[in-house]
C-alpha cells in the first residue's frame, strides 16, 4: 500500500536526512518507525502524505506516485495522531470527533453511534464526556479523544507522530495498549514513529529501525529483541532497564 523506492531527502546545507531509503508496507499492517532522536523518522513519515517532497527517488501509495497524486484528496483518507493532539478548544468532545464525518456527509446519528462505540473502547464514556471541552480534560483523555478523532472514519492509512511522548509514563502505558487494542480490530495501515521499544512492541506488528537516515533493520516486532545488531541491542538494553526500575 505504501512504498518508498530509492528515497533521499536532503536538507538546504545538502547533508542527508534520508539517504537510498526503500522498503514497503502491505495494506492493514501496523509498521512501527523506531530511532534515535534525529535519525530520520518524522521526515519519512511526511513523506507519505506530501508534507515533504523526497530529493530524488519516488514514495507511492496504492501504486500511485504521489507526485502525480492528488494530495488533498490523500489527506482526507489519512488519519493523524500527533503529540499535543490539537483538539478545537472551542468545541466539545463529541463536535471535535464529528469534525471529518461531516466533512464526509455522514448522518448525524450514524456519527453518534460510531462515535459512543469509539468512546466506550477508548475508556471515554459518552454520557461523561461528550458534552466537555478539552481544558476539562486530563492530558491522557485529550489523547484519548484525539485517537478518536483521527480513526472514527476508519481511514486507509494513519499516521502517528510520538502521540503519547508528553503523557507520564502510567498515563502513556494504559493509552499504549487501549490503542493497539482499537486499531488492530480496525486494521488499519499505520505507521507509527516512536524512539519507546516498548511502545513499538506494543502497536506495531513490525519494526523498522531507523539510523542516519536509512533503515538498518526491519524485522517482526516478535523478532526484534533476538536482533543482534549492536543499536537494536541498545534498544532492548533500555526495555530491560525500564523492567527491573
Not at 471541552?133 to 499516521?159: D, T
Request: aromatic share 6%.
Amino acid at each position: 500500500m505504501i512504498e518508498y523506492r530509492n528515497v533521499s531527502v536532503t536538507s538546504q546545507t545538502g547533508q542527508f536526512i534520508l539517504k537510498d531509503f526503500s522498503f514497503s508496507i502491505g495494506p492493514g499492517e501496523t509498521v512501527a518507525f523506531l530511532g534515535r532522536s534525529g535519525a530520520g523518522k518524522t521526515t519519512a513519515l511526511r513523506l507519505v502524505n506530501g508534507l515533504i517532497q523526497p530529493s530524488s527517488g519516488a514514495v507511492l501509495v496504492d501504486s500511485q506516485d504521489l507526485r502525480t497524486t492528488d494530495l488533498i484528496a490523500l489527506r482526507r483518507r489519512t488519519g493523524y495522531v500527533i503529540q499535543g493532539v490539537g483538539l478545537f478548544p472551542h468545541r466539545t468532545v463529541a463536535e471535535n470527533i464529528a469534525t471529518v464525518p461531516r466533512l464526509l456527509g455522514w448522518t448525524e446519528q450514524r456519527i453518534r453511534e460510531e462515535a459512543e462505540t469509539l468512546l466506550s473502547k477508548l475508556e471515554l464514556p459518552w454520557d461523561r464526556f461528550a458534552n466537555r471541552f478539552p481544558r476539562s480534560l486530563s492530558g491522557g483523555e485529550q489523547q484519548r479523544v484525539g485517537i478518536a478523532r483521527s480513526i472514527i472514519s476508519s481511514p486507509s492509512i494513519l499516521l502517528c507522530d510520538e502521540p503519547f511522548a508528553s503523557l507520564d509514563p502510567l498515563v502513556r502505558r494504559d493509552l499504549q495498549r487501549a490503542f493497539a487494542a482499537v486499531n488492530r480490530e480496525r486494521r488499519t495501515t499505520m505507521i507509527f514513529v516512536t524512539h519507546d521499544v516498548y511502545e513499538a512492541l506494543q502497536v506495531a506488528e513490525r519494526i523498522v529501525l531507523i539510523d542516519d537516515g536509512s533503515v538498518v533493520l526491519d524485522c517482526r516486532s516478535a523478532r526484534f529483541l533476538q536482533s543482534k545488531l549492536p543499536l537494536a541491542r541498545r534498544f532492548a538494553e533500555t526495555l530491560m532497564m525500564g523492567a527491573t526500575a
